[in-house]
DNA sequence: ATACTCGCTTCGGAAATCAAAGCGACAGCT
DNA sequence: AGCTGTCGCTTTGATTTCCGAAGCGAGTAT
């Protein structure tokens, strides 16, 4: 295969740090589950009913990556019982704010799904 | 099973303006392409080589996407040569400043690639 | 006439995501 | 001691999404 110039074209591209964002962001559930964290800590089964749909193998992997970009942090809490909770680091709560704004947004601008409560 | 009914739970869940934004830019380059777009109207082609590793099918469907949602809009500018261009509306628009300072979080918290250009 | 560019669409195959089931460790009954 | 349930995952196999490449019709340039 021709080497691609992808790795050359890469360098000049519009906003690299929107991209890098994107990355993470763009992926199902990524959003939601940082803004479910942005209201406090939770364990893996909490969050699997706070976001209605995700399946537990794509929870358990988005908790990875977002973990591994350091958004947040997986702590064992010694029990008896053993618990799990995350929680979002510094980094991860710096983006709330931007997450707000997108919801508020949202509420303004995105078709309103008849409020059934 | 406590009477915890998973209606009740859909109610109170997290942010429903949230999930539906990440309806849209949950979604891989949604994001980036209105990001593109926030600097101004462009063709197709245009976008497919600004956004660097789109498809032209899957940059198909997300215009398709986005302006069904009401976020882009596709004018035709009668020629000869007949042109296409895509724009922000103005709900389009008003996600910019969110956007922006999801650039901003980026540059700040999420790793510096090493900087080749 | 030949060779481009543009704005797409179509066609496989590869990757992401899904629901469901299972597992080990523990807790709460009885 | 059993039985039942919760928690935090992982595994499995099917479905959906995404990708790269090719193609198409219309127009432009040489």
New interface residues.
């Given amino acids: 295969m021709a080497p691609t110039r992808?790795d050359l074209?890469?360098?000049?591209?519009?906003?690299?740090?929107?991209?890098?964002?994107?990355t993470?962001?763009?992926?199902?559930?990524?959003?939601?589950l940082l803004?479910?964290l942005g209201?406090g800590p939770a364990g893996f089964r909490e969050l699997s009913?706070?976001?209605?749909g995700v399946s537990d193998s794509v929870l358990s992997d988005r908790l990875a990556e977002l973990t591994k970009?350091?958004?947040i942090a997986r702590r064992v809490e010694e029990g008896p019982p053993v618990t799990v909770s995350y929680e979002l680091t510094e980094?991860g709560r710096?983006?709330i704010?931007?997450?707000d704004?997108?919801?508020?947004?949202?509420?303004?601008?995105?078709?309103a799904?008849d409020e059934?409560?």
């Fill in positions: 992808h074209e890469n360098c000049a591209r519009g906003d690299a740090a929107l991209t890098r964002a994107f993470l962001l763009g992926k199902r559930w990524s959003g939601l803004g479910s209201a009913r706070a976001i209605d970009a350091g958004l980094s710096a983006l704010p931007a997450l704004q997108i919801s508020r947004w949202a509420e303004e601008h995105l078709p799904p059934l409560c």
